[in-house]
Protein backbone atom coordinates (compact mmCIF):
# COMPACT_ATOMS: atom_id res chain seq x y z
CA UNK A 1 0.00 0.00 0.00
CA UNK A 2 1.41 3.47 -1.18
CA UNK A 3 1.50 6.56 0.97
CA UNK A 4 1.51 10.16 0.12
CA UNK A 5 3.09 12.90 2.64
CA UNK A 6 2.92 16.35 1.84
CA UNK A 7 5.44 19.17 3.12
CA UNK A 8 6.48 22.24 2.98
CA UNK A 9 3.18 24.34 4.22
CA UNK A 10 3.76 27.51 6.60
CA UNK A 11 3.11 31.02 7.21
CA UNK A 12 4.02 33.61 4.47
CA UNK A 13 3.24 37.35 3.25
CA UNK A 14 0.74 38.52 0.94
CA UNK A 15 2.87 38.25 -2.42
CA UNK A 16 5.01 36.06 -1.21
CA UNK A 17 6.12 32.53 -2.14
CA UNK A 18 6.05 28.82 -1.24
CA UNK A 19 6.79 25.43 -2.57
CA UNK A 20 4.94 22.27 -1.01
CA UNK A 21 6.01 18.82 -2.00
CA UNK A 22 4.46 15.46 -1.98
CA UNK A 23 6.89 12.49 -1.60
CA UNK A 24 5.61 8.74 -2.29
CA UNK A 25 6.56 5.77 -0.29
CA UNK A 26 5.58 2.16 -0.39
CA UNK A 27 5.06 1.51 -4.26
CA UNK A 28 5.73 4.20 -7.06
CA UNK A 29 3.63 6.99 -8.77
CA UNK A 30 5.67 7.43 -11.28
CA UNK A 31 2.04 6.09 -13.49
CA UNK A 32 0.17 8.17 -11.40
CA UNK A 33 -1.59 11.40 -12.80
CA UNK A 34 -0.79 13.52 -9.48
CA UNK A 35 -3.00 16.19 -8.06
CA UNK A 36 -3.34 18.95 -5.68
CA UNK A 37 -6.15 20.16 -3.83
CA UNK A 38 -7.16 22.55 -0.81
CA UNK A 39 -9.53 22.91 2.01
CA UNK A 40 -9.80 26.44 2.96
CA UNK A 41 -11.19 27.04 6.89
CA UNK A 42 -14.90 26.54 6.72
CA UNK A 43 -14.98 25.44 3.33
CA UNK A 44 -15.03 22.09 0.33
CA UNK A 45 -12.07 21.08 -0.66
CA UNK A 46 -11.48 22.35 -4.37
CA UNK A 47 -9.27 21.06 -7.13
CA UNK A 48 -5.72 23.17 -7.78
CA UNK A 49 -3.65 21.82 -9.81
CA UNK A 50 -2.92 18.30 -11.60
CA UNK A 51 0.10 16.74 -13.78
CA UNK A 52 0.04 14.14 -15.77
CA UNK A 53 2.08 10.75 -15.06
CA UNK A 54 4.60 11.81 -17.88
CA UNK A 55 4.99 15.02 -16.57
CA UNK A 56 4.02 17.37 -19.75
CA UNK A 57 0.33 17.38 -19.05
CA UNK A 58 -0.52 20.24 -16.49
CA UNK A 59 -3.88 21.55 -15.88
CA UNK A 60 -4.58 24.89 -12.93
CA UNK A 61 -7.74 26.29 -11.45
CA UNK A 62 -8.35 29.70 -12.76
CA UNK A 63 -8.00 31.26 -9.63
CA UNK A 64 -4.50 30.08 -9.57
CA UNK A 65 -3.27 30.16 -12.98
CA UNK A 66 -0.23 32.11 -14.05
CA UNK A 67 0.79 31.84 -10.01
CA UNK A 68 1.50 28.43 -9.27
CA UNK A 69 3.32 25.44 -10.95
CA UNK A 70 3.04 22.06 -10.78
CA UNK A 71 5.90 19.83 -11.30
CA UNK A 72 7.28 16.08 -10.47
CA UNK A 73 9.75 14.45 -10.46
CA UNK A 74 9.70 10.24 -11.42
CA UNK A 75 12.98 9.29 -10.04
CA UNK A 76 12.61 10.54 -6.93
CA UNK A 77 8.71 9.82 -6.57
CA UNK A 78 7.96 13.42 -5.34
CA UNK A 79 5.55 16.37 -6.91
CA UNK A 80 5.75 19.66 -5.98
CA UNK A 81 3.36 22.99 -6.21
CA UNK A 82 5.50 25.56 -6.33
CA UNK A 83 3.10 28.67 -5.05
CA UNK A 84 3.59 32.40 -6.19
CA UNK A 85 2.03 36.11 -5.79
CA UNK A 86 0.22 34.14 -2.78
CA UNK A 87 -2.95 36.21 -1.96
CA UNK A 88 -4.40 35.23 1.49
CA UNK A 89 -7.72 33.44 0.02
CA UNK A 90 -4.69 30.87 -0.78
CA UNK A 91 -4.75 29.88 3.12
CA UNK A 92 -5.61 26.36 3.15
CA UNK A 93 -4.96 22.79 3.84
CA UNK A 94 -3.20 21.45 0.93
CA UNK A 95 -3.52 18.15 -0.28
CA UNK A 96 -1.87 16.08 -2.76
CA UNK A 97 -3.52 13.03 -4.09
CA UNK A 98 -2.00 10.18 -7.15
CA UNK A 99 -4.75 8.24 -9.15
CA UNK A 100 -4.21 5.86 -12.18
CA UNK A 101 -7.45 7.09 -13.58
CA UNK A 102 -6.41 10.85 -15.13
CA UNK A 103 -9.39 12.74 -13.76
CA UNK A 104 -10.87 10.48 -11.32
CA UNK A 105 -9.63 10.92 -7.54
CA UNK A 106 -12.83 8.86 -5.71
CA UNK A 107 -10.63 5.79 -5.23
CA UNK A 108 -7.15 7.74 -5.05
CA UNK A 109 -4.54 8.00 -2.77
CA UNK A 110 -4.22 10.76 -0.26
CA UNK A 111 -1.79 12.13 1.65
CA UNK A 112 -3.01 13.80 5.01
CA UNK A 113 -2.57 17.44 3.69
CA UNK A 114 -0.53 20.22 4.98
CA UNK A 115 -1.16 23.67 6.07
CA UNK A 116 -0.55 27.22 3.90
CA UNK A 117 -1.31 30.20 5.63
CA UNK A 118 -1.27 33.81 3.76
CA UNK A 119 -1.37 36.54 6.10
CA UNK A 120 -2.61 40.19 4.40
Known amino acids: QGQLVESGGGLVQAGGSLRVSCAASGRTFSRYEVGWFRQPPGKEREFVAAINWSGDGTSYADSVKGRFTISRNNAKNTVSLQMDSLKPEDTAVYYC?????????????WGQGTQVTVSS
Open 97 to 109: AATPVPGIYSSAF
